[in-house]
């Protein structure tokens, strides 16, 4: 299993944190102009990859103000789950890890791995910027 994690530390509560990432229809101002063909609800999202795949997810877990997991709901070229983990930083303030794993053998880890970090990377960055 490929695990890729990014951080990011946001000056808001977790609460307030948590219910932005709680709501799949927030996750699109989150990702990067390659994805299109955006659609979601609250606890369901589905979008294209520019040039890769297409893809529908489902929240498959929660745990108030703590995580969220989100699963493929169609398959998908290997298995992977989006979580979002949030945490007080002592300062009343939030940090919020996003977590892929993926099952990747050697071939996509070499293709996929770089893609999947920047968009980790992208996500925690927008999130950061959009909740200041």
Do not use: C
Not at 81 to 107: C, P, R, Y
Request: aromatic residues 6%.
């Amino acid at each position: 299993m490929t695990v890729i994690e990014s951080m990011a530390a946001i000056h808001l509560p977790v609460e307030k944190v948590y219910a932005f990432l709680a709501d799949l229809n927030n996750h699109q101002q989150l990702m990067p102009e390659n994805i299109y063909n955006w659609s979601s609800t609250a606890d369901e999202a589905s979008f294209t990859i520019q040039n890769m795949a297409k893809l529908a997810i489902k929240i498959s877990n929660r745990v108030e103000n703590q995580e969220l997991t989100a699963v493929p709901t169609e398959k998908a070229p290997f298995d992977i789950e989006l979580k979002w983990k949030v945490a007080d930083d002592g300062k009343g303030g939030t940090i919020a890890t996003h977590v892929i794993s993926a099952d990747l053998n050697m071939m996509m880890k070499m293709l996929a791995a770089g893609p999947l970090q920047k968009l980790a990377n992208h996500q925690t960055e927008k999130l950061a910027e959009l909740l200041k």
